[in-house]
């Protein structure tokens, strides 16, 4: 089954040939419009989805990942997904024969792009699915699956809730991540007490509603720093009253401070366009 398409009237795309094509490696792309939706589909070959503008949230039964630019989600053969675009996208699939899956992880997971993936990625869906394949057109197929092995997991998972308000919700703190509303106002903003938001979002995401908004800040964060901005950017525009309290909860959601993860990360990657977070539909 392919994945839909606004340029097919929301159907899905033909990817017959590439399923079956004899090149280890093929790939498409697509833009997508803010809110659009792709319906739940698999397929057989392994899947890697990179946006290289946008943001693009990924849902499936092993996870659901919000993947801004520099980053994509790794989806092993015959993995149900669906994808949403939370703002416009131009979202690039790649479909990785399965005897070649064997190195990549084990587990469905959002990995870093480096420039050399970028580049890679973007030659890759620009040849033919069918035809005579070339040296070179297997090469760069094979060169990525090696790439992507090497790519160490991100922790860029957040539940994202089904019940229609409650998504609302989360899509309006995702709008304005630097919001102080406490649970209290944001409850009574819905109509609802705040113990009864709390249980719905727990029993929703898993999360009690702090924790979710302290990921998505976090998540928000790390979009900033690969922008190339400070530290203190980062932490306030995410909502953080400090500096110190943006690196104890940082360091505590993903094993080391933002300063080790600006030195090590931040030079190893090309900034995407910026990521502009708004409220899906």
């Not at 890759?124 to 094979?142: D, I, K």
């Amino acid at each position: 089954m392919g994945f839909a398409s606004p340029a097919h009237g929301g159907n899905a795309l033909p990817l017959e040939q590439a399923q079956c094509s004899a090149l280890p490696v093929t790939g498409v792309l697509e833009h997508y419009p803010q809110g659009f939706v792709v319906p739940r589909h698999a397929h057989a070959r392994g899947h890697l989805i990179y946006t290289s503008t946008g943001v693009l949230l990924v849902q499936a039964d092993s996870g659901q990942w919000l993947v801004p630019p520099t980053t994509a989600v790794w989806l092993r053969p015959g993995v149900p997904h669906q994808l949403q675009a939370v703002t416009a996208v131009s979202a690039h699939g790649l479909l990785i024969d399965e005897a070649l899956c064997q190195p990549l992880p084990a587990a469905d997971c959002v990995v870093h792009v480096s420039p050399l993936v970028r580049e890679l990625i973007a030659e890759l869906v620009q040849l033919p699915h069918q035809g005579q394949s070339q040296a070179r057109e297997r090469l760069l197929g094979l060169l990525l699956v090696e790439e992507v092995a090497s790519a160490a997991p991100l922790p860029l998972y957040l539940p994202w809730p089904e019940e229609p308000l409650l998504r609302e919700i989360c899509a309006a703190l995702m709008q304005e991540p630097a919001q102080s509303w406490s649970a209290e106002q944001l409850a009574g903003h819905y109509a609802l007490t705040a113990k009864t938001l709390q249980r719905r979002f727990v029993k929703s995401t898993g999360l009690t509603l702090g924790k979710w908004r302290q990921s998505m800040r976090l998540m928000r964060s790390i979009q900033s720093l690969l922008q190339g901005r400070s530290m203190t950017h980062a932490a306030f525009e995410s909502g953080y009253d400090s500096l110190s309290a943006y690196s104890v909860a940082f360091k505590k959601q993903f094993g080391y401070p933002p300063s080790q993860f600006d030195k090590s990360l931040k030079n190893k990657l090309d900034v995407a366009d910026p990521m502009s977070l708004r409220q899906p539909l």
